[in-house]
């Protein structure tokens, strides 16, 4: 027979073993041993000690309250809006205790201003970030009060005033704070905490005033909380526990020799593990001893990962009044193998410390989706879809751009491009030209190549003249990737489906009943609303004369029903601007050059347009992402049948 571990009084929590000592920490958690001297730098490190030799001192009855604090030191890249996303999101829907938006708060005052703050750490080189988690904070009369309290005992074990701000969320099972707090001490220099005071020093400060609150948790309290344990669909303190102990897998829960009463932590244990092996992940190999597997705890872990979406959609249809079944839910992770298409119910942080963020959206396809956005740049395309915007997520194209596989094509061995050449190529007919517009071909790949140099992949010579490495293709993909993740997310339309209906200008219901491309809708939740709504548009267009009914009763709209629109819209919004800024407006016709200062943008029925001025006149082009990176400078580009043509390269003097 196999050697096998023999189980304990493992002392869950803060009970203490057979033998009398305490083989892991008050709050359930193993500690880690920790080498060097590297966590010793830094502010708090003598606070620190004290507070974990003072809890090693406690005895049985003075049980301490367990605070959860989860940590993270940030980086802050300059011009990176990571940390503007963070604190743009902290304060959502429903996270206060009456279900409104959270609000900001700070040391002094309940409505801390969150722009102010980002400002004044424009130049920081880093932030901390904490969630501060009473087990019990539905029992405490003020968890603002606490969180504050909190950051009095770190300011004082630190020796310095701090720059923070924090909102509380309730809009879970264990209410909970959020602190960000800036990299810089009251000096203005760089705030570098020790890393023992960030991994013990705040939790051991946190469970003393939760303690002094409530009191000692009683031996009651705790057999209540771990009784619970036992059917969680998570990774539990009873898991971290018997993991510890079952060093090579195995565990002996055999009473001992003489045991006439039934031990607590031997009966948790054998519950927990009974439910374990519905899940596979255990198993009684002989009777009172038990085998662990290896995917215990991943497994666990994203099972409680898999409880959170689920409990985060169901908060968001709840907010709408809707209840669904869980088997119309899809989990898609960070990669969508089919095309969504639906309206965004909520927003969230994939990690509430980081700035990820995940999407809820309720497909035409009668199912709800939660999606994962593993990337800065689709965060940075989140912010455009905001609740109630209709948004397209599909699978990111694999492989190289059709671009770059022409680039490194006309380059080939000698790594060489030259944008001349390709004109000719182009000319000759070796290549295939959408529309036959050769300088909107090539200038296509110019600035696929300027978008790569700036990524530093590619090099410059002169206007004429590239220089590409040798696995080209391959790192332009893996930058795609990077930037993308494993999905594409485009914003349809930020309008309802009502204000559609009326609209006066070409709609994603438009789009949609004119696409031979359409999402196949399927007449249930925000399927069955736009099966609806597409019904009382077609109305609507008969009504304003865009579409007609045949003898048989059907509406037929022409083909060019949606430029139709928009040209429509775009010219009336064009004049009544003009009027307000007393500028001339002008339409621009295909062919045609738009060049002048790019100052902002306008919202339409028929999408977000950017305005570009002259000095003297105006015009408006549709807007794209890119554009935002040149607000207030010159651009120019031409008119084509798919949009504008932007020249974005930059041109330089001779030596430069």
Not at 3 to 25: D, M, Q
Not at 96 to 118: I, V
Not at 305 to 317: C, M, P, S, W
Not at 386 to 407: C, Q, W
Request: contains cysteine; glycine residues 10%.
């Amino acid at each position: 027979m196999k050697a096998v571990t023999k189980a304990k009084g493992v002392g869950i929590g803060s009970a203490p073993t057979r033998s009398g000592r305490s083989h892991r920490r008050r709050d359930g958690v193993s500690g880690r041993p920790r080498k060097g001297r590297c966590c010793r730098i830094g502010r708090g490190q003598a606070a620190a000690d004290r507070l974990k030799l003072a809890a090693e001192g406690r005895g049985r009855g003075e049980r301490m309250r367990r605070v959860v604090v989860k940590a993270r030191i940030v980086k802050l890249r300059l011009g990176s809006k990571g940390a503007d996303a963070h604190l743009r999101y902290l304060p959502r829907d429903g996270t206060d205790r009456e279900g409104e938006k959270g609000r900001l708060y700070g040391s002094e005052t309940d409505a801390a201003d969150g722009r102010a703050f980002l400002e004044r750490g424009r130049e920081d080189r880093h932030q901390f970030r904490f969630i501060v988690a009473p087990e019990d904070g539905d029992r405490l009369s003020d968890l603002r009060a606490f969180t504050r309290d909190v950051m009095k005992q770190m300011e004082d074990d630190l020796g310095t005033k701090l720059d923070w701000v924090a909102v509380d969320h309730f809009n879970t099972g264990h209410p909970h704070s959020h602190v960000v707090v800036r990299g810089k001490d009251e000096t203005g220099n760089d705030l570098i905490i020790a890393q023992d005071y960030i991994t013990d020093g705040v939790r051991l400060r946190a469970q003393d005033l939760a303690t002094l609150e409530l009191g000692p948790e009683t031996d009651l309290e705790l057999r209540s909380k771990l009784t619970a344990e036992i059917s969680a669909e998570r990774f539990t303190r009873i898991d971290r526990a018997m993991l510890a102990e079952a060093g090579d897998g195995n565990l002996d829960l055999r009473p001992e020799t003489g045991q006439v009463r039934a031990d607590f932590d031997r009966t948790l244990r054998i519950g927990r593990l009974q439910r374990l092996a519905r899940y596979g992940l255990a198993a009684e190999s002989e009777p009172g001893v038990w085998k662990l597997y290896g995917q215990l705890e991943p497994t666990l872990r994203e099972l409680g990962e898999r409880g959170d979406i689920v409990k985060a959609i169901n908060r968001a249809l709840k907010a709408r009044g809707e209840e669904r079944a869980l088997e119309s839910y899809s989990l898609h992770g960070e990669e969508a193998k089919t095309r969504i298409v639906g309206r965004v119910i909520d927003k969230r942080l994939t990690d509430e410390l980081g700035e990820r963020l995940s999407l809820v959206v309720d497909g035409v396809d009668g199912r709800v989706h939660h999606v994962a956005l593993g990337s800065e740049a689709m965060a940075n395309t989140a912010k455009e879809a905001s609740i109630g915007s209709i948004v397209e997520i599909a699978p990111a194209p694999a492989g190289p751009r059709p671009a770059d596989r022409n680039i490194a094509q006309l380059a080939g061995a000698s790594g060489e491009y030259r944008p001349s050449v390709h004109r000719i190529i182009a000319e000759i007919g070796r290549v295939r030209v959408p529309g036959g517009d050769f300088d909107a071909y090539v200038e296509s790949h110019v600035r696929r190549l300027e978008a790569l140099r700036r990524a530093g992949i590619v090099e410059r010579i002169d206007a004429d003249h590239w220089r590409l490495p040798a696995d080209f293709e391959a790192r332009a993909a893996d930058y795609d990737a990077q930037r993308r993740g494993w999905v594409t997310l485009r914003v349809l339309s930020n309008l309802d489906l009502e204000t559609q209906i009326d609209a006066n200008g070409a709609t994603w219901l438009d789009r949609e009943m004119t696409s031979s491309n359409r999402a196949p809708i399927v007449r249930a939740g925000f399927g069955a609303e736009v099966d609806r709504a597409m019904k009382q548009r077609r109305e609507t267009l008969v009504e304003m004369g865009h579409a007609r009914r045949t003898p048989d009763h059907v509406i037929r709209a022409p083909g060019d029903l949606v430029s139709r629109l928009e040209q429509s819209e775009v010219e009336r919004v064009g004049k009544s601007m003009a009027a307000d800024k007393q500028t001339p407006f002008k339409m621009r016709a295909e062919g045609e050059r738009v060049s002048g200062v790019f100052t902002g943008t306008t919202s339409l029925v028929s999408g977000k347009y950017a305005i570009i001025e002259n000095a003297y006149e105006f015009t408006l082009v549709p807007w794209r992402p890119v554009m935002d990176e040149r607000l207030g400078r010159q651009i120019s580009g031409v008119v084509r049948e798919s949009g504008i043509s932007w020249d974005f390269t930059r041109v330089r003097g001779i030596g430069i």
